[in-house]
């Protein structure tokens, strides 16, 4: 599930840098939810009737989450595809995994018209808090704009996160509280979850530097303060669906913002999209869908 998870304190982008990479081992992880993965048999000429057998089956979701690898401009062109597929029918929100809770004003700046693009850039900190090539989300974002499209701000400060990957959930204090949910809602006793970052964790070697208990601390306050975000959104603007865009390690399995919105919204129907080459190896089970991208 988790290929490169690892303090990234040296470039400041967050306290945690998480890279989709994948384990094709069911063994090592699972879901009790075995998900209906209709592209996972699709060769290159079947893809396009398979995506569409995806858009079928997840347009009726209030929330659908679409696991990316961040740096995969074909996983970003297709979000965009989906995005507008959506758009024909329901009310859509964005959530992003990409922005943090502090910057949603320069977002919504942005959408009215107030701000350009490249002050959104700079005001919001895109270059240092996640630093991949503006132009993979871009399009999403000015799409978004020219249709009215509400985009949420998901993700936690990265200076949470980094204080959690040093000291501790308990070390989280002043201005960094309002930005997070509570931490009594901070739920690391996912015994699965910790141990698939427990093997990412030791296969980069922390080892002494950085506590484990800390480090997976952190990675859960990013899922829940996504995963609330999510769930803030949605009892906001109920009529909207919203899509989100996170890294895969994010969604898969429903470890990470799947099993936190559903925490908080039980009845909740969500769907996850993992997206794939059509040559890409498919661990059974990590979403409920695949899309084939080129």
């Known amino acids: 599930m988790l290929a490169a998870l690892s303090l990234a304190s040296i470039n400041g982008q967050s306290a945690i840098a998480l890279e989709s990479g994948i384990e094709d081992n069911a063994s090592l992880l699972s879901k009790e939810k075995a998900g209906e993965a209709i592209a996972q048999n699709a060769t290159s000429t079947k893809a396009e ?12 979701s209030q929330v659908i989450y679409l696991a990316e690898t961040h740096d995969s401009r074909a996983d970003h062109i297709a979000q965009l595809d989906i995005i507008k597929a959506l758009d024909e029918t329901n009310e859509l929100a964005i959530g992003l995994e990409m922005f943090q809770r502090p910057f949603q004003s320069v977002l919504d700046d942005y959408l009215a018209g107030i701000i350009s693009e490249a002050d959104l850039v700079k005001q919001s900190e895109y270059e240092t808090r996640w630093g991949f090539d503006w132009e993979f989300y871009a399009p999403i974002i000015r799409y978004a704009k020219d249709n009215q499209i509400p985009v949420i701000a998901l993700n936690a400060p990265t200076e949470a996160t980094r204080q959690v990957a040093r000291e501790g959930l308990e070390s989280l204090e002043g201005d960094l509280l309002k930005y997070v949910p509570p931490v009594a809602e901070i739920d690391t006793t996912d015994e699965a979850y910790r141990a698939s970052v427990a093997r990412v964790f030791g296969a980069h ?25 999510v769930v803030r959104q949605l009892e906001k603007e109920p009529e909207r669906q919203i899509v989100v865009l996170s890294g895969e390690g994010h969604i898969a399995f429903d470890y990470g913002i799947p099993s936190r919105v559903e925490r908080r ?24 869908f695949v899309w084939i991208t080129p």
């Open 265 to 288: 919204l039980p009845d909740i129907d969500q769907a996850s999209v993992r997206l794939s080459t059509v040559d890409q190896p498919i661990t059974p089970n990590f979403t409920d």
């Open 49 to 60: 009737a398979a995506n569409a057998g995806v858009l079928d089956a997840i347009a009726a």
């Open 205 to 229: 070697g922390h080892g002494s530097s950085l506590s484990f208990e800390n480090f997976f601390a952190a990675q859960v306050l990013w899922d829940e303060t996504m995963a609330e975000s």
